[in-house]
């Protein structure tokens, strides 16, 4: 297995909605990550989970929760999100520098 | 500041041209600098270089680093349509610091 999987690939939710993206690779790398990605813009870091542990997070608003149930999984929790969180949220993982990127889910928030 | 610029921004070629495109950096604790190409949905992993002068290839695409002069360029031989694309350059220190990208357009 040499790809990261996410569910959904859509997403739109009301600025009261909970919701969670998920990620999972077995690929055995140790180091998974979420992105936010704006159109016409580069993938912009969010969170890093090293061996399960968060070790980077960018200044995310805490309406965003990650959490890395094991070495395989990584979940975003949604909530309270706003307009302008409308974007292709990404998931990657990587050993040895080489990062893999997931499909990312798309997300629209009203 | 650690930076990454690539050029062209966009770009557009007729099917069969052969197009280079340019990574230059400016980055501190450098490990790797990769490529990337992205359609409507993810990028997708192209090459990571880590050597200077090695050039990697894949089929009709190919690339190489220059850690003396910090710069990569990316070659696509024979463009197709389906070439066309936003390929990215991102280069790894403790996170992936990433260039703008440039648009490439292949007309039939």
């Known amino acids: 297995d040499t790809e990261v999987t996410q569910t959904p690939k859509h997403l739109v939710m009301g600025m009261t909605n909970k919701k969670s993206l998920k990620c999972e690779q077995h690929?055995?790398?140790?180091?998974m990550y979420w992105y936010k990605q704006k159109a016409k813009k580069p993938p912009e870091l969010m969170f890093v989970?090293?061996?399960?542990?968060?070790?980077i997070n960018e200044s995310v608003p805490s309406r965003f929760s990650p959490e890395c149930p094991n070495s395989s999984l990584l979940n975003l929790h949604l909530h309270a999100l706003q307009p302008e969180d409308s974007a292709l949220y990404l998931c990657?993982?990587?050993?040895?520098?080489?990062?893999?990127f997931g499909p990312g889910t798309r997300l629209t928030v009203l | 500041e650690d930076k990454v610029v690539q050029s062209p921004l966009s770009l557009v070629v007729h099917e069969g041209d052969t197009v280079t495109l340019n990574c230059s950096y400016e980055?501190?604790?450098?490990?790797?600098l990769l490529w990337y190409k992205q359609e409507k949905k993810a990028p997708t992993f192209l090459f990571m270089l880590?050597?200077s002068g090695i050039e990697k290839k894949s089929g009709r695409l190919s690339s190489i680093l220059d850690k003396k002069e910090l710069f990569s360029i990316l070659n696509i031989t024979a463009t197709q349509t389906g070439d066309s694309a936003v390929y990215l350059c991102?280069?790894?220190?403790?996170?992936?610091?990433w260039g703008a990208g440039t648009k490439l357009i292949i007309k039939p």
């Open positions: 990657a993982s990587s050993q040895d520098g080489k990062t893999v």
């Open positions: 690929m055995g790398h140790r180091a």
């Open positions: 989970y090293s061996y399960e542990k968060l070790s």
């Open positions: 980055v501190t604790n450098f490990r790797s």
């Open positions: 880590t050597s």
């Open positions: 991102a280069v790894l220190n403790y996170q992936l610091i």
